[in-house]
């Protein structure tokens, strides 16, 4: 029909070059379209060894935003230090602060204690072999007592207001 020349074709042609025109326009925003921004989401896993406890892993967060990760060590322990790789933090902090911007890991390590424990002797008896002694929560101590010619070890006493048993 669009190849007869008569006056009905060239009416329809007509027409229909201007719909295709018209079709070329921008359209308007429609309101009720809604607009999706893809925002990245991201898992931060979280774990522990033994001795203590981490925040849980945390999952669905989103790109920039920032996530609060706090280690408890248990009595006795102290954190000896963060490893993975959401990155580097001092065994100083119980508390970390990491931005996402990918999937990282990031554990807490933790130790025993360290205590000092240290005899004395009272009074003019003698002295002990070993004064001074470093030991883990849960390690055995032993201190030797040397009494002087004439004495002999009375007892032992320990210390109020400290935790030794």
């Known amino acids: 029909m669009l190849f007869r020349f008569d006056r009905y074709s060239l009416f329809v042609s007509a027409s229909t070059l201007l719909i295709l025109?018209?079709?070329?326009r921008k359209p308007e925003t429609n309101?009720?379209?809604?607009?999706i921004d893809f925002v990245p989401k991201f898992t931060i896993a979280t774990s522990n060894g033994l001795g203590g406890t981490i925040s849980d892993s945390q999952n669905n967060v989103e790109s920039g935003q920032t996530v609060k990760i706090t280690a408890k060590a248990d009595q006795h322990y102290q954190l000896k230090g963060w490893t993975g790789?959401?990155?580097?933090?001092?065994k100083d902090d119980l508390e970390i602060t990491i931005t996402a911007s990918n999937?990282?890991?990031v554990r807490a390590e933790f130790e025993k204690i360290s205590y000092s424990i240290k005899a004395i002797s009272k009074g003019g008896g003698g002295g002990l072999r070993e004064g001074e002694l470093q030991k883990k929560q849960g390690k055995l101590a032993f201190f030797t007592p040397k009494p002087n010619g004439g004495f002999k070890l009375g007892n032992w006493q320990i210390k109020?207001?400290?935790d030794c048993l």
């Open 85 to 90: 790789d959401c990155g580097s933090f001092s």
């Open 31 to 35: 309101p009720l379209v809604p607009i």
């Open 21 to 24: 025109f018209s079709c070329n």
């Open 160 to 162: 109020k207001g400290t």
């Open 103 to 105: 999937n990282c890991q």
